[in-house]
C-alpha cells in the first residue's frame, strides 16, 4: 500500500511541475475542456502520426526480425529505474498506459522519437492528447540516450511476444 501512495504521490508531483514548468498553457486546462489551443491545429497539419516527430525515421532506425537478447536485457534494467514508477509491462494503467501490445499500436520510429522527446509529440499527436486526458500527467522527458531508448524498444518487443 504504501509504494502505491508514493506513486500516486509522484504522480501529483510530476503533474504538478508540468504545470509549474514550461509556462505551457495547455496543461492548465486539458483535462476540463478537451480543446486544443489553436496553435496545436495548426502544428498537427504537418505532424506525421505513424512516425510521430523526431529525428528516427524508417531508414536510420534499423529493426531485425528477431529479437537482440542482450539489447532486451539491458532496456529492461533502464525501465525498472526510469519507467517502471509509471508504466505496467501489463496492459494495466498506472500513471501512464500499460505497456502490452504498445509495439503494434505504434511503429519502432513512433516510440523512439516519443521517448527520447515526449514534449512535442505530446503537444502533436491526437492519441498522445487523448491519453493525456486520461492520465493527466505529461510525461516527462527523462533524458534517454539513443542507446537506451533503443534498448528499452526491444524489451518492449521482448514483451509483446517476439522471440
Ligand atoms: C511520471 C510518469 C512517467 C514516467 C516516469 C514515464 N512515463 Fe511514459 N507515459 C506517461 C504518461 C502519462 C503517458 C501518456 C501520454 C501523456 O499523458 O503524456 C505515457 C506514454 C508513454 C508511451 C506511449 C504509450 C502508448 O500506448 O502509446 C510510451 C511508449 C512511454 N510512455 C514510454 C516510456 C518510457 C520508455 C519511459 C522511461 C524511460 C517512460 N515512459 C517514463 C508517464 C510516464
Redesign the pocket.
Do not use: N, T
Given at each position: 500500500m504504501k509504494k502505491i501512495f508514493a506513486m500516486g504521490l509522484?504522480?501529483c508531483m510530476?503533474f504538478l511541475l508540468s504545470c509549474g514548468g514550461g509556462g505551457d498553457k495547455s496543461s492548465n486546462n486539458e483535462a476540463s475542456s478537451g480543446e486544443a489551443p489553436k496553435s496545436m491545429v495548426a502544428d498537427a497539419s504537418s505532424y506525421d502520426p505513424k512516425r510521430g516527430e523526431g529525428k528516427f525515421d524508417a531508414d536510420n532506425l534499423k529493426i531485425e526480425a528477431t529479437l537482440n537478447a542482450e539489447m532486451a536485457a539491458s532496456g529492461e534494467k533502464?525501465?525498472g529505474t526510469?519507467?517502471a514508477?509509471?508504466?505496467k509491462t501489463t496492459e494495466e494503467k498506472l500513471?501512464?498506459?500499460g505497456?502490452k501490445g504498445?509495439t503494434t499500436?505504434?511503429t519502432p520510429q513512433w516510440?523512439m522519437n516519443?521517448?527520447t522527446n515526449?514534449d512535442p509529440m505530446?503537444d502533436k499527436d491526437p492519441?498522445?492528447q487523448a491519453?493525456?486526458e486520461i492520465?493527466?500527467?505529461?510525461?516527462?522527458n527523462?533524458s534517454?540516450t539513443d542507446d537506451?531508448?533503443r534498448h528499452?524498444l526491444e524489451f518492449?518487443r521482448k514483451n509483446d511476444g517476439l522471440k
Open positions: 509522484f504522480a510530476a533502464i525501465q526510469k519507467c514508477s509509471c508504466h500513471v501512464g498506459p505497456w504498445v499500436r505504434r516510440i516519443f521517448i515526449p505530446i492519441e498522445v491519453q493525456l492520465c493527466l500527467v505529461r510525461m516527462p527523462q534517454l537506451d531508448a528499452i518492449m
